[in-house]
């Protein structure tokens, strides 16, 4: 009996402890987890109609091209129905300032004639290739993109 008492005893000592060093809950952007959600501002997408401004320039070895224009009005992305494909993949536009799909983004045919195919893994491009917008970081980044001096000039000339 006497140490049952004791192990309520600590028990109750142990959880009043714990409650009085308890803290309320607070959010990481700063307001009330209560509080009523505002709105997000409407972001503008940098950039205007594909083809008239310049490529953004990539930070990091291996990363995808961002997409430097609005893509407001293109139709959704499916599998039969790409609007990205009809400029970047086109030979019409080459010798403009429009990046071609890479080539790991076609799969070859078995006649080495014929052109190569889009790879059907690849075709929901904005999974990798994202538009941007000009917003203020929601925290503070201290990343410090990295590019070997010879991928530099050799991305450049892509």
Known sequence: MKTTFKFTLAAL????????????????????????????TEKV?????????K???????NQPPLIPHKVEGFDDITSEDNACL???????????????AGKSHFVANAD?????????????????????????PLVDNQFKGYLPAAKTAKTAKK
């Open 13 to 40: 000592v142990t959880v009043a402890a714990c409650w009085a060093q308890a803290q309320p809950v607070a959010s990481m952007r700063g307001t009330e987890v209560t509080d009523a959600d505002a709105a997000p």
């Open 45 to 53: 997408y940098q950039g205007s109609k594909p083809g008239a401004q």
């Open 55 to 61: 490529l953004i320039a990539r930070t990091f070895e």
């Open 86 to 100: 009809d400029c970047h993949i086109n030979d019409k536009f080459r010798g403009q300032a429009i990046p071609r």
């Open 112 to 136: 080495p004639k014929a052109a190569s195919e889009l790879d059907m893994r690849r075709w929901q491009c904005n999974n990798c290739h994202v538009p941007q917008v000009d917003a203020k």
